[in-house]
Protein backbone atom coordinates (compact mmCIF):
# COMPACT_ATOMS: atom_id res chain seq x y z
CA UNK A 1 0.00 0.00 0.00
CA UNK A 2 1.94 3.50 -0.94
CA UNK A 3 1.58 6.44 1.55
CA UNK A 4 0.26 8.90 0.03
CA UNK A 5 0.83 11.39 2.83
CA UNK A 6 4.59 12.03 2.24
CA UNK A 7 5.29 15.56 3.50
CA UNK A 8 1.80 16.18 4.92
CA UNK A 9 1.52 13.99 7.90
CA UNK A 10 3.52 15.33 11.19
CA UNK A 11 4.16 14.09 14.28
CA UNK A 12 3.15 16.33 17.81
CA UNK A 13 5.56 15.89 20.40
CA UNK A 14 4.77 17.06 24.07
CA UNK A 15 0.87 17.15 24.35
CA UNK A 16 0.19 17.72 27.79
CA UNK A 17 -2.19 14.81 29.33
CA UNK A 18 -5.16 16.64 29.54
CA UNK A 19 -5.08 18.03 25.83
CA UNK A 20 -8.28 16.24 23.74
CA UNK A 21 -8.82 15.08 20.47
CA UNK A 22 -11.05 18.00 20.39
CA UNK A 23 -8.54 20.23 21.48
CA UNK A 24 -6.27 19.41 18.76
CA UNK A 25 -8.41 19.37 15.83
CA UNK A 26 -9.45 23.33 16.47
CA UNK A 27 -5.68 24.26 17.55
CA UNK A 28 -4.15 22.51 14.30
CA UNK A 29 -7.22 23.31 11.89
CA UNK A 30 -6.53 27.39 12.51
CA UNK A 31 -3.42 26.69 9.86
CA UNK A 32 -4.93 24.47 6.75
CA UNK A 33 -7.03 21.74 5.79
CA UNK A 34 -6.83 18.63 8.13
CA UNK A 35 -7.32 15.33 6.62
CA UNK A 36 -6.56 13.25 9.69
CA UNK A 37 -5.82 14.39 13.88
CA UNK A 38 -4.92 11.64 16.69
CA UNK A 39 -3.88 11.59 19.45
CA UNK A 40 -2.19 8.34 20.35
CA UNK A 41 -3.34 6.34 23.69
CA UNK A 42 -2.28 3.58 25.63
CA UNK A 43 -3.87 0.73 25.11
CA UNK A 44 -5.01 -0.75 28.22
CA UNK A 45 -5.46 2.41 30.13
CA UNK A 46 -6.87 5.29 27.49
CA UNK A 47 -4.39 7.68 28.91
CA UNK A 48 -2.36 9.77 26.34
CA UNK A 49 0.77 9.10 25.31
CA UNK A 50 1.71 12.73 24.90
CA UNK A 51 1.95 12.49 21.31
CA UNK A 52 -0.08 12.74 17.92
CA UNK A 53 -0.59 13.04 14.40
CA UNK A 54 -1.91 15.47 12.06
CA UNK A 55 -2.61 15.18 8.18
CA UNK A 56 -2.69 18.32 6.12
CA UNK A 57 -4.09 18.20 2.62
CA UNK A 58 -0.86 19.81 1.02
CA UNK A 59 2.71 20.06 1.83
CA UNK A 60 2.30 23.65 1.87
CA UNK A 61 -0.04 23.85 4.65
CA UNK A 62 2.21 21.02 6.67
CA UNK A 63 5.35 23.37 5.84
CA UNK A 64 3.79 26.37 7.31
CA UNK A 65 2.83 24.59 10.35
CA UNK A 66 6.23 23.52 11.08
CA UNK A 67 7.48 27.10 10.24
CA UNK A 68 5.69 27.83 13.29
CA UNK A 69 6.07 27.86 17.37
CA UNK A 70 3.11 26.13 18.94
CA UNK A 71 1.52 25.88 22.53
CA UNK A 72 -1.70 23.81 23.54
CA UNK A 73 -3.35 23.96 26.49
CA UNK A 74 -0.80 25.65 28.18
CA UNK A 75 2.10 23.87 26.94
CA UNK A 76 4.45 24.47 24.36
CA UNK A 77 4.41 21.29 21.83
CA UNK A 78 6.52 20.52 18.63
CA UNK A 79 5.52 19.35 15.12
CA UNK A 80 7.91 17.60 12.98
CA UNK A 81 7.45 15.68 9.55
CA UNK A 82 6.49 12.18 10.41
CA UNK A 83 8.57 9.39 9.03
CA UNK A 84 6.84 6.33 7.61
CA UNK A 85 7.19 3.18 10.11
CA UNK A 86 10.27 1.15 9.05
CA UNK A 87 9.99 -2.66 8.45
CA UNK A 88 13.13 -2.94 10.01
CA UNK A 89 13.87 -4.55 13.79
CA UNK A 90 14.91 -2.26 16.03
CA UNK A 91 18.52 -2.18 17.11
CA UNK A 92 20.03 -3.60 20.27
CA UNK A 93 18.20 -3.79 23.80
CA UNK A 94 17.13 -7.51 23.27
CA UNK A 95 17.58 -10.88 24.68
CA UNK A 96 20.16 -13.23 23.39
Not at 48 to 69: H, I, P
Not at 87 to 92: A, K, M, R, T
Request: hydrophobic share 30%.
Amino acid sequence: MEDNTSGTKLVILGLPWASTQESMETYFKQFGNLTSCNIMKERHSGRSRGFGFVVYNTKEEADYVLSLDHELDGRRIEAKVALPKSDDPPLGGGAA
